[in-house]
């Protein structure tokens, strides 16, 4: 098993990374915890509830499965609600856990009604999505979407753990490893250039979940985003970068639905024009959008976005939570391995959009 330390003023946590986690959970429950709420979702809880309520068991703690809709356009104030109320409706007092079993809709929404019941109680993240594992369950950012934008109502709240159980990859969508793998080969944009070289190499076997492969993928992402966090917790300047390709990625998330894109495949094409966009505003080589181009396609991304006209991409990025001033903010890599965040005017950002225009 490998263990990934966070250490922030929110809370420091480990991050068990290994195969059969989903049967050791009893591991990781605080022996003063009075209930254990397990949130997810049909979908996951006919793959794994029964395994997790027996594992949950054996912490000898009494258990209540809270259910919710499956699904990024469930992430809202109703589906909030629905978990206040079995909370309060099974009378949870604030030695409660809440566990959050399920991908990053799961995990954000699951968090941030820990965050809100009784002013905070505990909780844990169980992530089961590759994109949850490597990203939405580290780092303590907890939300749900309103329909004028994405997670623009929650709060920085740190887990108690996080479990992350390999196996359970086996049963995600090729879509799902695709959307998963964009937030891992970010991580070496735009920290680690060593780390975009090996996932270059390992393309083809991230995308067939090669077990040796896929694990050092995931562990490795963590600990870079476990790094970033702990020197910046809510995002006041260097965890920004973790950001990268997501204001255009936001942007068609907003525009087509929640849902019609995952989040990481959204991403995935956001990080293709923030290259460019790069390209334009700090230098980089075109080799290197070349290659940002060509490993999104790899790991199945798409690299053309949406078509619409450039006043529209400019007033969904305007509601996005980096805008500042009315000013947009984006991400930029000025070589592989290097970010920073600079504002940008929405005519350099009309400039790149318009490349991407087909005829």
């Not at 254990?36 to 979702?41: K, P, R, W």
């Not at 954000?108 to 993240?125: E, T, V």
């Not at 969508?173 to 070496?188: C, F």
Request: aromatic share 6%.
């Amino acid at each position: 098993m490998s263990i990934v330390h966070v250490e922030t003023p929110g809370g420091s946590y480990p991050i068990h990374v290994a195969a059969g986690r989903l049967d050791l959970l009893a591991q990781s429950i605080p022996g003063d915890v009075t209930t254990i709420a397990l949130i997810s979702n049909p979908t996951i809880m006919s793959l794994y509830g029964e395994r997790v309520l027996s594992a949950l068991a054996a912490s000898g703690k009494r258990v209540i499965p809270v259910s919710i809709p499956d699904g990024e356009a469930y992430k809202n104030w109703e589906t909030l609600n629905l978990i206040f109320d079995a909370l309060l409706g099974e009378r949870l007092d604030r030695k409660a856990l809440v566990v959050a079993l399920g991908g990053g809709v799961v995990g954000d929404i699951s968090g941030f009604a820990a965050a809100s019941f009784m002013r905070g109680i505990r909780f844990l993240q169980v992530p089961t999505t590759l994109l949850s594992q490597v990203d939405s369950s580290v780092g303590g950012k907890t939300a749900i979407n309103h329909p004028l934008g994405k997670n623009m109502i929650g709060a920085f709240y740190q887990p108690i753990a996080v479990e992350i159980d390999i196996d359970v990859l086996s049963t995600l969508p090729a879509r799902e490893i695709s959307a998963g793998l964009a937030e891992v080969i970010k991580y070496g944009m735009i920290t680690d250039a060593a780390f975009f070289d090996w996932c270059e190499v390992n393309a083809e076997a991230l995308v067939r979940r090669d077990a040796d492969v896929i694990s050092y993928a995931v562990q490795r992402s963590c600990e870079i985003k476990a790094q970033v966090v702990s020197q910046d917790e809510r995002e006041s300047g260097l965890r920004a970068t973790l950001n990268f390709g997501h204001t255009f990625g936001h942007a068609i998330e907003s525009g087509l639905g929640y849902g019609e894109w995952l989040h990481g495949e959204a991403v995935g094409c956001g990080m293709v024009m923030a290259a460019e966009l790069s390209a334009e505003l700090c230098g980089l080589d075109r080799g290197s959008v070349e290659r940002v181009r060509a490993l999104s396609a790899a790991i199945g991304c798409p690299v053309e976005p949406p078509q619409w006209p450039a006043e529209r991409w400019v007033e969904l990025m305007g509601i996005d939570k980096k805008a500042e001033g009315g000013q947009l903010r984006f991400v930029l890599m000025p070589k592989i391995g290097q970010s920073h965040v600079e504002t940008v005017s929405p005519e350099l950002v009309t400039r790149v959009i318009d490349r991407f225009a087909t005829v």
